[in-house]
């Protein structure tokens, strides 16, 4: 959490909690009328859409809405056998330099 509270200290009106329980509970107690979720890839979108299919079921009130990421967010996927090194991912700008220093 404290990565995220680093990298987003510019931004007074984001707050960084935790909670335990369901996320749509945490929305509801939150006051939330949608939950963002971000998308890397088309293979992140079958769990994604699961769970927010089962969010609505839970609570119809509480949208769920999809951000699909900038390309400069996608990491590659290759076989293993291609995967690139963590050096050539990082000399590519495919990782914040906050990130890399933890």
Known sequence: MS?????????????IEAFDGL??????????????RGMRAVS????????ALMNRRLNRNVQTVFLMTGLRWILPV?????????????SMGWFRPLFIKS
């Open 3 to 15: 990565l995220l509270r680093e990298s987003l200290k510019k931004y007074p009106d984001i707050e």
């Open 23 to 36: 996320l749509v509970d945490y929305a509801v107690q939150k006051n939330a009328q949608a939950i963002l």
């Open 44 to 51: 992140d979108f079958e769990y994604e859409f699961q769970m």
């Open 78 to 90: 290759l076989p293993s056998s291609r995967k690139l090194p963590a050096l050539a991912a990082i």
